[in-house]
């Protein structure tokens, strides 16, 4: 029987944008916040996620503007081919470019809690093994893994900042302006937890396999909306808990929430690994949509009619940027500049992008012309 | 490769379907019976004749104008006091010798079809092939002197075991029917259930030297009409020498065949089938073997038993939970013991941890050596049990596991934890309700013992992912194989984890995409509506 | 086609992977020595030992003691369920590496759950100097306990309970307040690292000792800049969880007001504390204000609860709660320590001000007004004797 392609519903997409989205940064989120703003820094999710919905929004017209279509396409019809080679090539090095730092992430965590002393090869070359290896899967099985997955990953780490309220101090995340935070030249080493939020331009690739072109973008806000929630929810957790000083000290603040809610006599004594391991199908599901949609934006650029050999081709390249990136400094300042990426995938180009289409939708209607007449 | 392509080129079902039609109108090019009866039977005997059990009892109407005939039928097949007393004694014409149609020489077969044999199902045919074929089948032939026709009679009546319960698939409360080998009964025990005038059975001949009955039933108008044609075009695709069992036809109808997972499911009892079939399923009975295949299926559902449905509703999400806790020992525990215990002991509560060293204290293997052994142990003990008769089967299974288990934690070979957590496995594994399910549980299990000792818990859930993303790309005849789970089916959640109240259930699945959804008729839109409408709730409205 | 491709090269590499098996962490369980308690103590002998050293002593449950099994014999009687070992050094992970060399099993700090740190150490050392290694391994759990010993930490992890196999067990259930009177501060190694990474907040440990042949709890180790500063005794620890609103129910002997010489115990069940920062003119203070409900539990009079007592008793309850909370906030300020997090309130709170306060000078002279508000929850059982 053909398969035949079970369309996408607009929660499949919601959790979609959420399993980009929410990966090993997420851990990190809080300290970021802490470091930046002190003890409001709960409140800079918001004001950041605000900024990434008008993104969303802005991602979601454009999109609505070419229903049928993924973003390779449209953006060479758009802007003419070389730049729109160029465009889709800058949305699928960002894809691309996730992934060695979340290897790097996942690396980092593994080595800290799971495997301790596990050589990098071994911890990096596994994941990557099976990232080829699943990445080669159709569009369905795609959605339906990052469904479950997501799914659980977002109800373990709801439970954990739940049960992290016991410990929570109102004292601690006030007051909401006191500047205890950094120095402003500091701010660029904190840039990355733009990526907690730039998982939304996946939908630019993923409108031919909708029904119902709205329900993508009405969808599309949503996840930011749900991002930004749950965000705001876990970061207030980690820092009611911990407070500002703490949480600014923690490499991972949300591992520590983890342990810091252990609940004694259960079966499994410690609650902070059961997070590492569903945060482990977190960093999977960004990782594996990532590398899913370089392989679907590479194959549909190149007219290649078989993907399934690209992420095979493509597994040295990522596990030689993977173990360039050699320590955290060095990975921090790789977040940073894929959040250039991001601003850039999120926010500028899909501005820029609309705003040519609707200029050329102005000037192709007859009200135009009337007034060209005229 | 591309000779292979063209070999395994499908036949489409039009095309198998037209071929059966031409075959049945007899304008093929087979051989056909001639008017001389010397020549039929010399024809048949060199076809069928040289086996001893087919008889040829040759015999001679006593009409006015004597027609030698000759009736064939394969002894054992048969019933032979049908042919005694319905044909036999009927072709001595008693008291219809005077009739008018005896001398009418012309459609004197005809006639004798239409008035003087009390037999139920008859039918005149002239292709020899399929006349063979029918005979072989167990129906009785008659051939007359000077007719190109032969009078097909239904005689079929072999032996055969009774209806009993099945033995795979016991249960406590519920009908203790089972299907037995005979396509007709089987098919009629269905029928027994649904009497619906849209319950199909459609008849399908499979294997080239068998040629095995194999029935398509499903009910017209609620079963996705494209999962029916999907189900006998691939039924029809088959082509080989002969099926023995309804496995054969599973592994070649499969969607995925690389795959540990069964993607049909397969039962001897006929609660389940029936139910199926209501649900809107195809069910695909078998000639010569009680196990029908139900398709589609999903993954959930080789976990839930007939009993399920039973007992009142609380009891199902008990009876499940259990079943699904036990689903994920039989595919975890060893492993998780073995991660748990080599990479990350600080994950078990600290007690415990000084038991585990101190019970391995001595021990020569490693541990996952010692649970692979252990494992081993066990599926040797549970094969043994297995082909073993009765009585002896059960004793070995209790020298083996008991004494065994017991004697190799006092030689020390062994830790006594590895021992409760293997055979807590195994009997975890037990409660599957498909055999077929268990045992692909049981074989993943070893790698994932192999890949906990490289790679501890980090390994557990790369194995996971793959498993998952292996179970999310499978289909079922077309159904995620996953389903209602992932993706999420709100509506299918009604009978998963557990089941809600018959009263509850308004609808049929939703995932297997049935022509006609409604089950009931209720006011609620959904289960979760209906379940603030009970029934006792509706009769009090009704009554204000 | 494709499919079985990917998933021959996946199933060769893990062949290839399984090769590779225990070059790292992974041990088996009867390969490691589960690291329970560790105790720092100063040098014994004076002569030779520099000042930046102390001892580490841990203590290792020797698992077929305790182990349940006792197939092969003598599992009680015969020695201690555990062993101690001890070494000398100058930083934590080095101390674990000379340990190492004496044991053949990889030692294994996972399930730590006891530290304890003698006063002088605390003292001389720093807690915080000493905590670091444990701050910042994974695999330690923050729920670890940490009390500062007066005396000797080594010989805390010496003595043998009186019920149960191991002491950790034993002094963590101490540590944990399991008796409910609050005469002990309950903190561990999570709480610890927030109190002591919090601006205008100083630490507070529980405090622990060896009398004759038993381990007595009660009371609390004040640490200022990460050292220790002073004692808290029982009673002002009392009054301390009062105050910070960790009060976990506890008794009290008051005069009987009628009777003089006779005592009434009452059991306060529940108490809760308000702070809030006032302003009297110029000056900034902080009012707190405990509420909380008190039961009679025992008289020694030949009397039972009557109406016109409740009023004296009722004043009497408040008067001795006043004082133990006064004397917690006295020594406090004595020991320049802000154990009550009163500098994380006024941040909170007025952050102006507090940004302009040099939070270490001010404190000991910072205004803080207690009030107490005790009320008679008379859930009577006896009326008459």
Same mark, same amino acid.
């Not at chain 1, 921090?332 to 894929?338: F, G, I, P, T, V």
């Given at each position: 029987?053909?398969?035949?392609?079970?369309?996408?519903?607009?929660?499949?997409?919601?959790?979609?944008?959420?399993?980009?989205?929410?990966?090993? /940064?997420?851990?990190?989120?809080?300290?970021?916040?802490?470091?930046?703003?002190?003890?409001?820094? &709960?409140?800079?999710?918001?004001?950041?996620?605000?900024?990434?919905?008008?993104?969303?929004?802005?991602?979601?017209?454009? /999109?609505?503007?070419?229903?049928?279509?993924?973003?390779?396409?449209?953006?060479?019809?758009?802007?003419?081919?070389?730049?729109?080679?160029?465009?889709?090539?800058?949305?699928?090095?960002? =894809? =691309?470019?996730?992934?060695?730092?979340?290897?790097?992430?996942?690396?980092?965590?593994?080595?800290?809690?799971?495997?301790?002393?596990?050589?990098?090869?071994? %911890?990096?070359?596994?994941?990557?093994?099976?990232?080829?290896?699943?990445?080669?899967?159709?569009?369905?099985?795609?959605?339906?893994?990052?469904?479950?997955?997501?799914?659980?990953?977002?109800?373990?780490?709801?439970?954990?900042?739940?049960?992290?309220?016991?410990?929570?101090?109102?004292?601690?995340?006030?007051?909401?302006?006191?500047?205890?935070?950094?120095?402003?030249?500091?701010?660029?080493?904190?840039?990355?937890?733009?990526?907690?939020?730039?998982?939304?331009? *996946?939908?630019?690739?993923?409108?031919?396999?909708?029904?119902?072109?709205?329900?993508?973008?009405?969808?599309?806000?949503?996840?930011?909306?749900?991002?930004?929630?749950?965000?705001?929810?876990?970061?207030?957790?980690?820092?009611?808990?911990?407070?500002?000083?703490?949480?600014?000290?923690?490499?991972?603040?949300?591992?520590?929430?983890?342990?810091?809610?252990?609940?004694?006599?259960?079966?499994?004594?410690?609650?902070?690994?059961?997070?590492?391991?569903?945060?482990?199908?977190?960093?999977?599901?960004?990782?594996?949509?990532?590398?899913?949609?370089?392989?679907?934006?590479?194959?549909?650029?190149?007219?290649?009619?078989?993907?399934?050999?690209?992420?095979?081709?493509?597994?040295?390249?990522?596990?030689?940027?993977?173990?360039?990136?050699?320590?955290?400094?060095? &990975?921090?300042?790789?977040?940073?500049?894929?959040?250039?990426?991001?601003?850039?995938?999120?926010?500028?180009?899909?501005?820029?992008?609309?705003?040519?289409?609707?200029?050329?939708?102005?000037?192709?209607?007859?009200?135009?012309?009337?007034?060209?007449?005229? | 490769?591309?000779?292979?392509?063209?070999?395994?080129?499908?036949?489409?079902?039009?095309?198998?379907?037209?071929?059966?039609?031409?075959?049945?109108?007899?304008?093929?090019?087979?051989?056909?019976?001639?008017?001389?009866?010397?020549?039929?039977?010399?024809?048949?005997?060199?076809?069928?004749?040289?086996?001893?059990?087919?008889?040829?009892?040759?015999?001679?109407?006593?009409?006015?104008?004597?027609?030698?005939?000759?009736?064939?039928?394969?002894?054992?097949? %048969?019933?032979?006091?049908?042919?005694?007393?319905?044909?036999?004694?009927?072709?001595?014409?008693?008291?219809?010798?005077?009739?008018?149609?005896?001398?009418?020489?012309?459609?004197?077969?005809?006639?004798?079809?239409?008035?003087?044999?009390?037999?139920?199902?008859?039918?005149?045919?002239?292709?020899?092939?399929?006349?063979?074929?029918?005979?072989?089948?167990?129906?009785?032939?008659?051939?007359?002197?000077?007719?190109?026709?032969?009078?097909?009679?239904?005689?079929?009546?072999?032996?055969?075991?009774?209806?009993?319960?099945?033995?795979?698939?016991?249960?406590?409360?519920?009908?203790?029917?089972?299907?037995?080998?005979?396509?007709?009964?089987?098919?009629?025990?269905?029928?027994?259930?649904?009497?619906?005038?849209?319950?199909?059975?459609?008849?399908?001949?499979?294997?080239?030297?068998?040629?095995?009955?194999?029935?398509?039933?499903?009910?017209?108008? %609620?079963?996705?009409?494209?999962?029916?044609?999907?189900?006998?075009?691939?039924?029809?695709?088959?082509?080989?020498?002969?099926?023995?069992?309804?496995?054969?036809?599973?592994?070649?109808?499969?969607?995925?065949?690389?795959?540990?997972?069964?993607?049909?499911?397969?039962?001897?009892?006929?609660?389940?089938?029936?139910?199926?079939?209501?649900?809107?399923?195809?069910?695909?009975?078998?000639?010569?073997?009680?196990?029908?295949?139900?398709?589609?299926?999903?993954? &959930?559902?080789?976990?839930?038993?007939?009993?399920?449905?039973?007992?009142?509703?609380?009891?199902?999400?008990?009876?499940?939970?259990?079943?699904?806790?036990?689903?994920?020992?039989?595919?975890?525990?060893?492993?998780?013991?073995?991660?748990?215990?080599?990479?990350?002991?600080?994950?078990?509560?600290?007690?415990?941890?000084?038991?585990?060293?101190?019970?391995?204290?001595?021990?020569?293997?490693?541990?996952?050596?010692?649970?692979?052994?252990?494992?081993?142990?066990?599926?040797?003990?549970?094969? +043994?049990?297995?082909?073993?008769?009765?009585?002896?089967?059960?004793?070995?299974?209790?020298?083996?596991?008991?004494?065994?288990?017991?004697?190799?934690?006092?030689?020390?070979?062994?830790?006594?934890?590895?021992?409760?957590?293997?055979?807590?496995?195994?009997?975890?594994?037990?409660?599957?309700?498909?055999?077929?399910?268990?045992?692909?549980?049981? %074989?993943?299990?070893?790698?994932?013992?192999?890949?906990?000792?490289?790679?501890?818990?980090?390994?557990?859930?790369?194995?996971?992912?793959?498993?998952?993303?292996?179970?999310?790309?499978?289909?079922?005849?077309?159904?995620?194989?996953?389903?209602?789970?992932?993706?999420?089916?709100?509506?299918?959640?009604?009978?998963?984890?557990?089941?809600?109240?018959?009263?509850?259930?308004?609808?049929?699945?939703?995932?297997?995409?049935?022509?006609?959804?409604?089950?009931?008729? +209720?006011?609620?839109?959904?289960?979760?509506?209906?379940?603030?409408?009970?029934?006792?709730?509706?009769?009090?409205?009704?009554?204000? | 086609?494709?499919?079985?491709?990917?998933?021959?090269?996946?199933?060769?590499?893990?062949?290839?992977?399984?090769?590779?098996?225990?070059?790292?962490?992974?041990?088996?369980?009867?390969?490691?020595?589960?690291?329970?308690?560790?105790?720092?103590?100063?040098?014994?002998?004076?002569?030779?030992?520099?000042?930046?050293?102390?001892?580490?002593?841990?203590?290792?449950?020797?698992?077929?003691?305790?182990?349940?099994?006792?197939?092969?014999?003598?599992?009680?009687?015969?020695?201690?369920?555990?062993?101690?070992?001890?070494?000398?050094?100058?930083?934590?992970?080095?101390?674990?590496?000379?340990?190492?060399?004496?044991?053949?099993?990889?030692?294994?700090? /996972?399930?730590?759950?006891?530290?304890?740190?003698?006063?002088?150490?605390?003292?001389?050392?720093?807690?915080?100097?000493?905590?670091?290694?444990?701050?910042?391994?994974?695999?330690?759990?923050?729920?670890?306990?940490?009390?500062?010993?007066?005396?000797?930490?080594?010989?805390?992890?010496?003595?043998?309970?009186?019920?149960?196999?191991?002491?950790?067990?034993?002094?963590?259930?101490?540590?944990?307040?399991?008796?409910?009177?609050? *005469?002990?501060?309950?903190?561990?190694?999570?709480?610890?690292?927030?109190?002591?990474?919090?601006?205008?907040?100083?630490?507070?440990?529980?405090?622990?000792?060896?009398?004759?042949?038993?381990?007595?709890?009660?009371?609390?180790?004040?640490?200022?800049?990460?050292? =220790?500063?002073?004692?808290?005794?029982?009673?002002?620890?009392?009054?301390?969880?009062?105050?910070?609103?960790?009060?976990?129910?506890?008794?009290?002997?008051?005069?009987?007001?009628?009777?003089?010489?006779?005592?009434?115990?009452?059991?306060?069940?529940?108490?809760?504390?308000?702070?809030?920062?006032?302003?009297?003119?110029?000056?900034?203070?902080?009012?707190?204000?405990?509420?909380?409900?008190?039961?009679?539990?025992?008289?020694?009079?030949?009397?039972?609860?009557?109406?016109?007592?409740?009023?004296?008793?009722?004043?009497?309850?408040?008067?001795?709660?006043?004082?133990?909370?006064?004397?917690?906030?006295?020594?406090?300020?004595?020991?320049?320590?802000?154990?009550?997090?009163?500098?994380?309130?006024?941040?909170?709170?007025?952050?102006?001000?507090?940004?302009?306060?040099?939070?270490?000078?001010?404190?000991?002279?910072?205004?803080?007004?207690?009030?107490?508000?005790?009320?008679?929850?008379?859930?009577?059982?006896?009326?008459?004797?």
């Amino acid at each position: 029987m053909k398969k035949e392609t079970l369309f996408l519903t607009s929660r499949q997409i919601i959790l979609l944008i959420m399993g980009l989205s929410i990966s090993g /940064g997420t851990l990190i989120l809080p300290g970021r916040c802490a470091r930046i703003l002190g003890a409001a820094g &709960w409140l800079l999710v918001p004001a950041v996620g605000l900024l990434f919905l008008f993104g969303a929004w802005i991602t979601a017209r454009l /999109g609505l503007l070419f229903p049928g279509e993924t973003l390779i396409e449209f953006s060479r019809r758009l802007v003419g081919r070389p730049l729109g080679v160029l465009v889709s090539l800058v949305f699928i090095s960002f =894809f =691309f470019l996730i992934l060695p730092v979340e290897i790097r992430i996942l690396q980092e965590v593994v080595n800290i809690s799971l495997l301790p002393r596990a050589p990098s090869w071994f %911890v990096t070359g596994a994941f990557l093994l099976v990232l080829s290896y699943t990445a080669s899967v159709d569009f369905d099985t795609l959605t339906q893994v990052n469904e479950v997955l997501i799914e659980i990953c977002i109800a373990v780490a709801l439970l954990v900042a739940l049960l992290g309220w016991r410990f929570f101090d109102p004292v601690n995340v006030r007051p909401v302006f006191s500047g205890d935070g950094r120095e402003l030249t500091a701010y660029w080493e904190e840039a990355g937890m733009v990526l907690a939020f730039t998982g939304y331009p *996946l939908v630019l690739l993923v409108y031919p396999f909708t029904r119902r072109p709205r329900e993508v973008s009405r969808a599309t806000v949503w996840a930011l909306v749900a991002i930004v929630l749950m965000n705001t929810f876990f970061v207030l957790t980690v820092l009611g808990v911990f407070g500002h000083g703490e949480t600014a000290g923690q490499a991972w603040p949300g591992l520590e929430l983890a342990k810091a809610v252990n609940i004694e006599v259960v079966i499994l004594e410690r609650l902070d690994l059961i997070l590492v391991i569903s945060w482990l199908s977190a960093i999977f599901t960004t990782c594996f949509l990532a590398y899913f949609f370089v392989a679907f934006g590479l194959a549909r650029l190149l007219g290649l009619r078989r993907r399934a050999y690209l992420p095979w081709a493509l597994a040295p390249l990522v596990y030689y940027l993977s173990t360039a990136l050699n320590n955290y400094f060095v &990975w921090n300042r790789w977040l940073a500049y894929l959040s250039i990426l991001a601003v850039l995938t999120g926010l500028v180009l899909p501005l820029f992008l609309l705003a040519v289409a609707l200029l050329q939708r102005w000037l192709a209607s007859p009200a135009h012309a009337e007034e060209e007449k005229e | 490769m591309k000779k292979r392509k063209v070999f395994r080129q499908p036949k489409g079902a039009r095309q198998v379907r037209e071929e059966r039609k031409k075959r049945k109108t007899g304008d093929n090019s087979g051989d056909l019976l001639v008017p001389e009866l010397a020549k039929n039977v010399q024809y048949l005997k060199e076809k069928i004749g040289q086996s001893d059990d087919v008889i040829f009892r040759e015999y001679t109407l006593d009409l006015p104008d004597p027609v030698p005939i000759v009736i064939v039928f394969v002894d054992g097949l %048969v019933a032979k006091e049908t042919i005694n007393e319905y044909i036999l004694q009927a072709l001595t014409f008693k008291g219809e010798l005077n009739s008018e149609w005896v001398r009418d020489k012309k459609n004197l077969v005809r006639h004798i079809k239409d008035r003087v044999l009390n037999i139920n199902e008859a039918q005149l045919l002239s292709n020899l092939d399929d006349l063979i074929t029918l005979v072989l089948s167990g129906e009785t032939l008659i051939l007359f002197d000077g007719y190109d026709e032969g009078l097909i009679c239904n005689t079929r009546g072999w032996a055969h075991r009774g209806i009993d319960e099945p033995e795979t698939e016991s249960v406590i409360r519920g009908p203790r029917v089972g299907f037995n080998e005979i396509l007709r009964f089987n098919t009629a025990q269905i029928r027994r259930w649904i009497r619906d005038p849209d319950l199909r059975v459609r008849v399908l001949k499979i294997g080239r030297r068998t040629k095995s009955d194999v029935a398509l039933v499903y009910l017209e108008g %609620v079963a996705n009409p494209r999962v029916v044609a999907e189900a006998e075009q691939r039924l029809n695709r088959i082509d080989v020498d002969g099926v023995m069992e309804s496995s054969v036809l599973q592994e070649m109808i499969e969607d995925r065949h690389f795959t540990l997972f069964p993607t049909i499911q397969s039962t001897e009892r006929v609660d389940r089938v029936v139910a199926a079939i209501l649900e809107g399923k195809v069910a695909v009975v078998t000639d010569n073997t009680p196990f029908v295949l139900i398709v589609p299926v999903s993954f &959930w559902e080789f976990y839930y038993a007939a009993e399920d449905y039973y007992h009142r509703w609380p009891m199902a999400f008990l009876l499940r939970f259990i079943r699904f806790l036990s689903f994920f020992f039989s595919l975890y525990l060893p492993s998780l013991y073995v991660a748990l215990s080599t990479y990350n002991p600080e994950l078990i509560p600290f007690t415990l941890t000084i038991q585990l060293a101190g019970s391995r204290e001595g021990v020569p293997f490693p541990l996952f050596m010692e649970v692979l052994l252990m494992e081993l142990a066990i599926e040797i003990i549970r094969e +043994a049990s297995a082909r073993l008769p009765g009585p002896l089967g059960q004793t070995i299974g209790i020298v083996g596991g008991f004494i065994l288990g017991d004697a190799a934690v006092r030689a020390g070979l062994i830790s006594p934890l590895t021992t409760v957590v293997v055979a807590l496995t195994a009997i975890c594994s037990f409660t599957a309700p498909n055999f077929g399910m268990a045992v692909s549980i049981r %074989v993943l299990r070893f790698p994932m013992v192999l890949v906990a000792m490289v790679g501890g818990l980090y390994g557990l859930a790369l194995v996971t992912f793959i498993l998952l993303v292996h179970t999310a790309g499978i289909r079922s005849f077309g159904t995620p194989f996953l389903t209602p789970f992932v993706p999420l089916q709100p509506e299918d959640l009604k009978d998963s984890l557990g089941r809600v109240p018959f009263w509850a259930m308004i609808t049929r699945p939703r995932s297997y995409r049935p022509l006609d959804l409604k089950r009931q008729k +209720a006011k609620a839109g959904s289960w979760w509506q209906a379940l603030s409408h009970s029934p006792r709730e509706e009769e009090k409205e009704k009554e204000e | 086609m494709r499919k079985n491709c990917s998933s021959l090269i996946l199933a060769l590499t893990f062949f290839l992977l399984l090769q590779t098996s225990g070059c790292w962490e992974g041990r088996e369980i009867n390969e490691r020595a589960f690291v329970f308690a560790v105790a720092f103590d100063l040098p014994e002998t004076e002569n030779g030992a520099k000042p930046e050293e102390f001892t580490m002593s841990v203590q290792i449950p020797d698992p077929s003691r305790m182990a349940g099994t006792q197939e092969q014999g003598g599992g009680t009687g015969s020695g201690k369920p555990f062993i101690i070992l001890g070494t000398t050094t100058d930083t934590v992970l080095k101390g674990l590496l000379q340990l190492q060399r004496e044991m053949d099993r990889m030692l294994f700090l /996972g399930h730590t759950r006891l530290i304890l740190i003698s006063e002088e150490v605390a003292r001389e050392h720093g807690v915080d100097q000493i905590l670091d290694y444990f701050k910042r391994n994974f695999q330690i759990q923050r729920i670890a306990r940490i009390a500062v010993v007066e005396g000797k930490a080594r010989e805390i992890l010496e003595q043998m309970p009186p019920i149960g196999q191991e002491p950790t067990t034993f002094i963590l259930n101490l540590l944990s307040g399991a008796g409910g009177n609050s *005469l002990v501060y309950i903190s561990d190694l999570g709480k610890y690292m927030v109190q002591q990474s919090t601006a205008g907040l100083d630490p507070v440990l529980p405090r622990i000792r060896k009398s004759e042949d038993s381990i007595l709890t009660g009371g609390a180790a004040v640490l200022r800049r990460g050292s =220790f500063a002073g004692w808290l005794t029982p009673l002002e620890t009392r009054g301390f969880n009062i105050l910070i609103n960790e009060f976990r129910g506890s008794s009290y002997q008051v005069e009987c007001p009628f009777h003089p010489g006779r005592t009434i115990t009452v059991e306060v069940v529940q108490t809760g504390a308000h702070h809030r920062l006032v302003r009297k003119g110029e000056e900034l203070g902080l009012e707190i204000h405990v509420r909380g409900v008190f039961e009679t539990a025992e008289f020694t009079g030949d009397h039972g609860p009557e109406e016109r007592l409740s009023t004296e008793l009722t004043e009497r309850v408040t008067a001795r709660i006043l004082h133990e909370t006064r004397s917690a906030l006295a020594k406090a300020q004595q020991l320049k320590a802000d154990i009550l997090g009163i500098g994380k309130k006024i941040s909170a709170d007025d952050n102006k001000v507090w940004r302009e306060m040099d939070w270490e000078k001010e404190f000991p002279r910072f205004p803080v007004e207690i009030k107490v508000t005790m009320e008679w929850a008379q859930t009577v059982r006896r009326l008459a004797k």
